[in-house]
Structures are given as structure tokens and as C-alpha cells.
């Protein structure tokens, strides 16, 4: 309790926006020695936190002949990826899975399943696939080891990885009972976020400011007047990009692209921000954090849309630094706070 009052001195010093965000404090993750991972609702009362807990290395874990753990030996042994849960939208949350000797690294939501990537170290080591069922709160492994993944997604019936060995850059599917690989085909170098739309699998391709059909294989031009940086579904039809505009004003720029017929347009130029940080959707929500250096944070507001983009609006947040991960569900966004806190935006709210 005596941290959540400091973090609400903390909040009043800095000036709260106290319309539609707020903070409450959390219960049953550990603030310390937590690195945080992913965070999923499928209502605004159920959720779960997808993180990372490290433990101090005992003495018995020592190498022999060592009195000191080795890096790599600490990067192993003293991690564990945690599964937990929550009911009451994210106020207590209870541990439900532990997976000793791992961290999570990424994730695809298909439906009821979570497909996750675990890692035997934090910024390297062989990776595996893991498949969450919110329906029962089961997880399964995939016995396959991969050196590297760099990007999961998943149709009705497989999941799919792209990695890079020895130059060669393939996917591979894998069924969603892990007993089925398809065969490997060669693709184009991608990373990070797979957005579906129709039976086709799409990524940006942020240096060469391209849209990826990986299911196709080809890529998109995108003629847009500066940098690309994130992207999110709007419609059956149409993806939104956005980037940083080429001039020298602080501009945040959204682009509609209609995946069917190749039409770009621009729907929304944002003056006064330089950086962007998770542009997601659901449904008629659309929201993303925009924001500035200031001293040594990045401080954003919330840039949202109710209507599928066609009208925005910014928000003032109540932690305005810490906004990462988050999630949206059913008009509100929730992320975690730090401090033991999260923070719940309520969309719908005034």
C-alpha cells in the first residue's frame, strides 16, 4: 500500500488526466526481478500476464572449481516464464503455469489459442513454440528446437514460423497439435508483427518501406511521405500504416491501405509527436501511444479512434511513461503500470 500511495503523490506532482484513465494497484506478480512480457484479455474482467521472472542464481547451480555463476550460466538457470491470470480485470492475479529455465519473447492470437515463443535465454539461445488454450488454461510444447524465430503466426489449422539459417530464409507450419510439418518454402526477409486479412498473412517491411503478402510472396511500394513504423488491421479490406513524416515538424501520419485493390491514402496527420509505440485493434477500436523525449523517458498520450478510423482524438494519461505492454479489449486498454500498478482506459467512458 505504501507504494501505491507514493505512485498516486507521484501522478499528482506530474498532473493525472483523470477522465478516462486511471490506476489501480496490482496484486500477485512480482515487481521485482519481473521483466515484463505480454499481456492478453479476452474480456475486460479476464486476462493474462505472459512474463518473466528471474531468480537469483543459487550456490549449487555453480559451474565446478567456480565461485562465481557464469553469464550465460545466470541468463539460463535463473529465469522462468510465469503464466497468470486474472478475473477482476487485472487487480489480482494468480500464477497458473511456470515454465522453469525460459522467458517468453513473442506471440499470435488465433481465436481461443495463444501461440508463444520460449527462449532458453533472454536476448539469445534455441527457441521453442508453446500453445496456450484460454478455454482450459492448458499449455502444450512443440518438441522442435529452432536457433531463432523471428516471427509466429497461425491459420485455422497450423502455426507458422520464419527463421533464417545460413542465409536460406524459410517458414515453416507446424499443425496445431505439433504432429504436422508442412513443407518449408523460401521467402523474403521479414520481422515482428503478421497481420491476417482474407487467407492472405501480411508484414511491414519498415526499411524499405514495403508491405509483405508473405502468403503470396510479394511485396507493396508504399509511397508515403516518411517512415513507416507500425501497422494494424482496420477492416476485412484495408490495413493502417503508420510513420513519422519526413518534415522537420514532430508529425505522426496514418495510412489506409486496401490490400485488395493497392489504393494508399492518407486518413490522419498528428503534428507535435516523434515517436510511435503499439498501434493495435479490436473491432471498432483502434488506439496507439504517440509521444516525445522528455529528460530521460519518452512521454506519450493515447491516440485513439472509436469509429475504425474515421475520426481521432488524443487523451492524456495518468502514467504517461510507462504504457507498455498493453492491451485492448472491448473499448478499454489496459497496461501495465509499473510500481505494482496498472492502468485501465476506458474508451467508452464521457
Not at 510513420?243 to 485488395?260: A, H, L, P, T
Request: aromatic share 12%; proline share 1%.
Amino acid at each position: 500500500m505504501t507504494k501505491y500511495i507514493l505512485l498516486t503523490i507521484i501522478f499528482s506532482i506530474l498532473g493525472c488526466n483523470k477522465g478516462k484513465s486511471e490506476i489501480f494497484e496490482r496484486y500477485g506478480i512480482p515487481e521485482i526481478l519481473t521483466i515484463r512480457g505480454i499481456i492478453y484479455f479476452n474480456s475486460t474482467n479476464h486476462g493474462y500476464y505472459f512474463a518473466t521472472v528471474m531468480h537469483d542464481t543459487e550456490e549449487n547451480d555453480l559451474l565446478p572449481n567456480s565461485s562465481k555463476p557464469s553469464d550465460k550460466q545466470i541468463g539460463k538457470n535463473s529465469l522462468e516464464a510465469v503464466v497468470y491470470k486474472t478475473l477482476d480485470g487485472g487487480k489480482n492475479w494468480e500464477k497458473i503455469i511456470s515454465l522453469k529455465n525460459y522467458c517468453f519473447t513473442d506471440h499470435y492470437v488465433k481465436d481461443s489459442l495463444i501461440f508463444l515463443v520460449i527462449s532458453e535465454e533472454i536476448n539469445s539461445g534455441r527457441k521453442k513454440i508453446v500453445k496456450f488454450d484460454i478455454n482450459n488454461d492448458s499449455l502444450s510444447q512443440c518438441n522442435l528446437l529452432f536457433e531463432d524465430i523471428y516471427s509466429l503466426w497461425a491459420d485455422e489449422n497450423h502455426v507458422s514460423i520464419y527463421n533464417s539459417t545460413k542465409e536460406i530464409d524459410k517458414i515453416y507450419s507446424i499443425s496445431h497439435d505439433f504432429q504436422e510439418v508442412k513443407s518449408n518454402r523460401t521467402v523474403k526477409e521479414f520481422y515482428g508483427k503478421v497481420i491476417q486479412i482474407g487467407k492472405s498473412f501480411y508484414s511491414l517491411l519498415k526499411n524499405e518501406k514495403e508491405l509483405y503478402n508473405i502468403t503470396n510472396n510479394k511485396t507493396k511500394k508504399l509511397s508515403v511521405n516518411g517512415e513507416v513504423e507500425d501497422f494494424t488491421k482496420q477492416d476485412d479490406d484495408n490495413l493502417l500504416i503508420i510513420g513519422n513524416s519526413d518534415s522537420k515538424d514532430k508529425e505522426v501520419q496514418i495510412y489506409r491501405y486496401n490490400v485488395f485493390n493497392d489504393e494508399l491514402n492518407m486518413v490522419k496527420a498528428v503534428k507535435g509527436y516523434s515517436i510511435i509505440e503499439n498501434f493495435q485493434s479490436q473491432d471498432n477500436y483502434i488506439t496507439c501511444f504517440v509521444g516525445n523525449i522528455s529528460g530521460l523517458f519518452v512521454k506519450f498520450d493515447l491516440l485513439y479512434s472509436k469509429d475504425k478510423g474515421n475520426t481521432w482524438n488524443i487523451l492524456k494519461l495518468s502514467e504517461p511513461y510507462m504504457v507498455s505492454p498493453s492491451c485492448l479489449v472491448d473499448g478499454v486498454l489496459l497496461t501495465d503500470a509499473g510500481f505494482d500498478s496498472m492502468q485501465k482506459i476506458n474508451l467508452n467512458s464521457k
